[in-house]
């Protein structure tokens, strides 16, 4: 079992930057793929962002390539995500996510097993 936790999220402006993090319990937190998604008010959650166990890999959905960056701190059982250059189309809530089976992570939600509870970010333009 994982617990996830999410933090960070706020209200800012177009072009501001925030860090989100997720905080994870449990011994195995540093054998699991984890990633990011984020749901918006009447759309389908979306894939943000995935990085392996061993942080050797990442990988990006197109509309956040080059603006936000995922990694994560296996000894702190912590995984961040700084995103910058935002923008009014990246609000929503952001979850964090957990994969037991995908050690890469995986940018499919139904592959993850473990979620946290969302954290939401509000950029005004």
């Known amino acids: 079992q994982v617990y996830l936790v999410e933090s960070g999220g706020g209200l800012v402006q177009a072009g501001d930057s925030l860090r989100l993090s997720c905080a994870g319990s449990g011994r195995s937190f540093n054998t699991y793929g984890l990633g990011w998604f984020r749901q918006a008010p009447g759309k389908e959650r979306e894939f943000v962002a995935a990085v392996s166990w061993n942080a050797g890999s990442t990988d990006y959905s197109n509309s956040v390539k080059g603006r936000f960056t995922i990694s994560r701190e296996n000894a702190k059982n912590t995984m961040y995500l700084q995103m910058s250059s935002l923008k009014p189309e990246d609000t929503a809530v952001y979850y964090c996510?957990?994969?037991?089976?995908?050690?890469?992570?995986?940018?499919?939600?139904?592959?993850?097993?473990?979620w946290g509870q969302g954290t939401q970010v509000t950029v005004s333009s």
């Open positions: 996510a957990a994969t037991s089976k995908y050690f890469s992570g995986s940018i499919y939600a139904h592959e993850y097993d473990f």
